[in-house]
């Protein structure tokens, strides 16, 4: 693997306080603008993905600058096996719901499978209904060199792009669920990927299952902002599906999710409790009753 000489290696120092994207005090909507300085400040940020307006005001509310609406909603919401199935139009709606439950976060909305595999001008469709009906401020779509075409066409367009290599869950059926960029070979080839989207426009890339090793590498390497799920503390930013991190997912998550909180738990038990006030007679009571 290439070492980074000194100059490459990313600097970090402390940023503003007043325009960091996590703790700032502008109230105003986050823009790729935003990102890119952050960036260059050396400000590490947090990314979460949301697929509805409540659970995005939440995260909204407690200060998360970027939300990423992804077609893992099929995985976490929709009740599919994998993001395969989601549709454009599932897209569209849950994207809306989020723009709405939000006024500060930078919202990004998921191209799922098939709405820009054909090409660019397919892409640029699709990625067209997802601003202008959902209202989103960016988009991304998975695939390094081979996305390279779709991506500069929609960032000619005036579309901002964030890319996302690595592990590309979309490609499952191609790939599976593994490390990516393990060994010489496939790691130049990651490294091949990120310069492709940063060339292509791409504002921001994500790197999913990659050694933090590599992770590291390719951050140190681009100029625009990394963001890591299962990549290591090396990028520039985290992201997380918020299912796994509040632990609302049922079942076995990833080795690198950290959870914050047994949501699942919380609401078994609050449901249980309705369900005995109700059988048992206790609920409703007169406090609770309309005269």
Not at 180 to 200: I, P
């Amino acid at each position: 693997m290439t070492q980074l000489s000194a100059a490459q290696t990313p600097q970090r120092t402390p940023g503003d306080g007043s325009r960091a994207l996590y703790g700032g005090k502008s109230n105003r909507r986050i823009t790729v603008r935003d990102i890119t300085a952050a960036k260059e400040r050396g400000e590490k940020w947090p990314m979460l993905t949301a697929y509805d307006a409540t659970t995005a005001s939440v995260f909204d509310e407690a200060g998360i600058p970027v939300m990423l609406v992804g077609d893992s909603a099929g995985n976490c919401h929709l009740g599919y096996e994998t993001t395969v199935p989601v549709t454009l139009d599932e897209m569209t709606m849950l994207s809306a719901a989020v723009v709405r439950g939000t006024s500060r976060a930078l919202i990004v909305g998921d191209l799922p499978f098939g709405s820009y595999q054909e090409g660019p001008v397919q892409a640029l469709r699709s990625a067209t209904r997802l601003v202008k009906e959902a209202g989103v401020g960016a988009v991304k779509l998975e695939g390094g060199e081979r996305s390279h075409r779709q991506i500069e066409l929609l960032v000619e367009s005036g579309i901002p792009v964030m890319a996302h290599i690595g592990l590309t869950p979309q490609s499952v059926n191609s790939m599976g669920y593994r490390v990516q960029g393990r060994g010489e070979e496939a790691a130049q080839q990651l490294l091949r990927d990120a310069k492709a989207v940063q060339d292509a426009g791409a504002f921001a890339v994500v790197l999913e299952l990659v050694p933090a090793e590599l992770a590291a590498e390719v951050t140190g390497t681009l100029h625009i902002p990394t963001v890591g799920i299962g990549a290591g503390s090396g990028t520039d930013a985290q992201v997380l599906v918020w299912t796994d991190m509040l632990g609302l997912t049922g079942g076995r998550v990833p080795k690198f999710v950290k959870q914050y909180a047994d949501l699942r738990k919380v609401m078994g038990d609050a449901v249980k409790a309705y369900a005995e006030d109700v059988v048992g007679g206790t609920f409703p009571q007169d406090e609770h009753a309309v005269h």
